[in-house]
């Protein structure tokens, strides 16, 4: 039965590959081994978000029941969103879940996890963290999520600030990756951030 | 990837028996089609669950089409009851086949899945099995077994060419071997292959080695023929004879120690055998068998022999000697035990007196016999030589004749090759005669005369009803045109039997009827020529015919020759053809001028 999702993953390939998303430079999907069973999907930030300019890579791993069971899809670019774990990169998303459809390709679940980025839901969220803090303090947000952007997906807004707080905290003796988490957590507050570095 | 490789894979790895059978790619609950179709323009007949063109579509109560099998996986394997396109609500029970949409696919143009391969057909879906089962291009596996694979239209070429199990004549031998075992049969067992004979290195056929070595062959090396005498010698057979020549004094003494050996194991075997003997005559009707009877011959030499002894012995004493029976017995070779009683030795002394008597006349006929010996050893020395030569030129005689047998048999196998080039090329000849006459009535052009020669003879034929119509060779309206032919009955047909010559035209079924125009449409013109031989005084008798397209006989033939023709029954009347010039030597010329229109 693997057969049948390897080959309806090289039609959905060929799909993508020829789709006007691709020239547009949004989605993109890379195969991993010949096998089907495993490729690199990418998006690119949707603009007027703090994800533009970016590019978040995923990994996507197709069971043999494909397309009967969803992909399983995580993003392997760091990002800050409510509905994207900021350490593991798991997505929360009812299509990849209980809400998938086998009528849906690699190419819409691309697309739906773009429009995720545009459209977050801190109502279901996987970080709770990140989703308080855009409750919350939707400035933080979008300054640290803009800075995550240009730390990892390569955007090209830099967060001045924000990265001198890191220099400071890391002048303490802390890694440059912690610091940022810790940071990133407390709304960018120096001493809780070290406080909670140091516990 | 459900195709039809997948079922015809499983049946190459499988029992290799039913490969031909039905692909039953159509019915088989699988995924959708995945072929090339052709002009397929829109994506409404695609499957949204396999991408594939919709197999046995069915439709959800949303309006959704899918594969049976497709929705059907979906709604039981991921457990919920929604459509996959539009998530309403959908029960198992809700979706019905959309057998429109089945229609509309499978009267869709597919290319043959083996257009890669080479398979130029394009094809309606529902057509395509029965494609598949002629289709060049798939492979199949050599019916002879072979183990090879290959494309059903490399199969005629592989079976005649190439098959290791096809069945080839061996050329020697005219046996029927598979391919892979000729040069096998060739080496190891064809019997009209020359081999050479290891030991004298003569060539001969392979079936006549056997008995040359067994009999023949002056090489081989042979036991000396004393050998269950006793003679150790080995020796080529050529040397035999000299051997035997050179050995007769030795292969002698060989049978006299044989000889001493036989009379003491018989003497010790059965004591009695030589008492009993003399009572039995020669003649006796008492069944023996054989080798009774050999023995009986050898004790009555040995008996002679013994019986000359006591001559000698008796020649010796000049007063005879008182008989003892008891030292006698021992002599002879074993009276059993001293016999008591008068009347027994009575009897012994009678045999003995018998004995006596007989004795001088087989010492006389021994020294005879010893004479003609010795005065008989001039010419047996004379006569050996000429022996020796005698076998000499026997031996000579003998490999002269294996020769001359392995000659024949070379000559006869050579004799029945040369009968088979000469059906060959009787056959292409015949094949040549008819493509020569095939062409003569291709270049004529339209215009064919054909020569009745022996007009008497089918006229006689005609008249008495054996063969009342004859048929011209064929001949073509143009080189690529309509093929026809000129009938005559020479005694007219139906009402001018008797009076006429009718002749007609008949269609024939020719190579190139497809590009023609049918029914033919124009003119022939038919003429019996006057072959008067003052040019001026000739009068051709001419008719012209008009086709008429509703007449069958312009139709395109669908038998080798159209059974209708159209022209004359009454040509000519039989009465002017038969005091003129129409008919001369014998033969009678009818012309025919075909003239299409456009």
Redesign the interface.
């Known amino acids: 039965m693997a057969n049948i999702a390897a080959a309806r993953i090289q039609r959905e390939f060929k799909e993508v590959v020829k789709s006007e998303e691709v020239e547009r430079c949004k989605i993109k999907v890379a195969l991993k081994n010949d096998m089907y069973n495993e490729l690199e999907g990418t998006i690119a930030g949707p603009p007027d978000t703090p994800y533009a300019g970016g590019t978040f890579k995923l990994e996507i791993k197709i069971p043999e029941t494909y397309p009967f069971n969803p992909p399983k899809v995580k993003f392997t670019t760091r990002i800050w969103h409510p509905n994207i774990s900021s350490v593991t990169g798991a997505i929360c998303l009812d299509i990849l879940k209980d809400q998938w459809a086998a009528a849906m390709t690699l190419r819409t679940v691309l697309l739906s996890l773009q429009a995720l980025l545009a459209a977050a839901e801190p109502d279901d969220p996987q970080d709770a963290v990140v989703a308080k803090q855009y409750k919350d303090c939707p400035e933080i947000f979008i300054k640290t999520a803009r800075h995550w952007t240009n730390i990892y997906a390569g955007g090209p807004h830099r967060e001045l600030d924000l990265e001198n707080k890191i220099t400071q905290v890391m002048g303490m003796g802390f890694d440059e990756g912690k610091a940022r988490v810790a940071l990133s957590s407390h709304n960018w507050d120096m001493e809780r951030a070290t406080e909670n570095l140091l516990s | 990837?459900?195709s039809v490789f997948d079922t015809l894979e499983q049946k190459t790895n499988g029992d290799s028996g039913s490969y031909s059978s039905n692909v039953n790619f159509l019915t088989e609950p699988e995924?959708g089609y995945?072929f090339e179709f052709v002009n397929l323009k829109d994506d409404k007949y695609d499957c949204?669950?396999?991408?594939?063109i919709l197999r046995d579509p069915v439709q959800t109560p949303c309006g959704?089409r899918f594969c049976h099998k497709?929705i059907h996986?979906?709604l039981s394997?991921?457990g919920?009851q929604?459509?996959?396109?539009d998530?309403t609500t959908v029960i198992r029970d809700q979706v019905f086949p959309d057998n429109f949409a089945k229609r509309e696919i499978l009267s869709l143009q597919v290319k043959c899945p083996k257009s890669k391969e080479g398979c130029k057909v394009i094809e309606v879906l529902k057509q395509l099995p029965k494609h598949l089962e002629a289709c060049g291009y798939v492979p199949i596996p050599c019916p002879n077994e072979c183990s090879d694979i290959l494309l059903r239209k490399d199969l005629p070429h592989h079976l005649s060419q190439i098959c290791t199990k096809r069945k080839i004549v061996c050329c020697k031998c005219g046996d029927q071997v598979t391919a892979e075992r000729e040069q096998e049969h060739l080496h190891k067992e064809c019997p009209m292959v020359t081999v050479v004979c290891q030991y004298c290195q003569l060539e001969l056929l392979r079936n006549q080695i056997k008995s040359h070595e067994e009999f023949d062959c002056q090489r081989v090396i042979v036991p000396c023929q004393y050998q269950p005498m006793g003679c150790t010698t080995r020796l080529e057979r050529c040397e035999m004879s000299q051997h035997l020549q050179e050995s007769i004094q030795q292969h002698m003494n060989l049978m006299f120690s044989i000889l001493m050996q036989l009379t003491s194991a018989v003497q010790s075997i059965a004591p009695g055998a030589l008492h009993h003997f003399p009572a039995v005559p020669q003649s006796h009707s008492l069944p023996v068998t054989s080798s009774e009877q050999s023995i009986t011959n050898l004790l009555e030499t040995l008996r002679i022999g013994v019986q000359q002894q006591g001559m000698n012995v008796l020649s010796l004493n000049s007063t005879p000697v008182p008989y003892s029976p008891d030292s006698n017995a021992s002599s002879i070779g074993g009276f059993p035990e001293p016999v008591a009683g008068s009347h027994s030795h009575g009897l012994i002394e009678r045999n003995i007196s018998e004995q006596t008597q007989v004795a001088p006349s087989l010492s006389y006929s021994s020294q005879q016999s010893n004479k003609d010996v010795e005065g008989g050893a001039y010419v047996s020395v004379q006569q050996e030589y000429e022996l020796k030569s005698l076998k000499d030129q026997n031996v000579t005689q003998d490999e002269s004749l294996a020769r001359h047998e392995h000659q024949i048999d070379e000559i006869r196998g050579r004799n029945e090759n040369h009968e088979k080039i000469v059906k060959d090329l009787n056959k292409r000849l015949k094949m040549l005669e008819s493509t020569i006459n095939e062409f003569e009535g291709r270049t004529c052009n339209g215009t064919y005369v054909w020569k009745i020669r022996n007009y008497r003879k089918y006229r006689r034929e005609a008249e008495i009803g054996d063969t009342t119509a004859i048929h011209s060779p064929p001949f073509y309206s143009h080189f690529y045109g309509y093929k026809l032919c000129i009938r005559a009955n020479l005694n007219g047909v139906d009402s001018a039997r008797g009076t006429h010559l009718s002749i007609f035209i008949h269609f024939m079924q020719g190579d190139y009827d497809d590009i023609l125009d049918w029914p033919f449409n124009g003119r022939i013109i038919l003429t019996v020529i006057d072959q008067n031989p003052e040019c001026e005084l000739r009068h051709h008798v001419v008719e012209t015919l008009i086709s008429k397209p509703n007449l069958a006989a312009f139709q395109r033939p669908n038998t080798p020759r159209n059974h209708k023709g159209f022209g004359y029954m009454e040509f000519l009347p039989i009465g002017i053809l038969d005091n003129s010039t129409y008919v001369r030597n014998d033969t009678l010329i009818i012309k025919a001028c075909i003239l299409p229109n456009g």
């Open positions: 990837m459900a995924d995945d949204p669950i396999c991408l594939l959704h497709c996986r979906w394997e991921s919920e929604r459509c996959p396109v998530n």
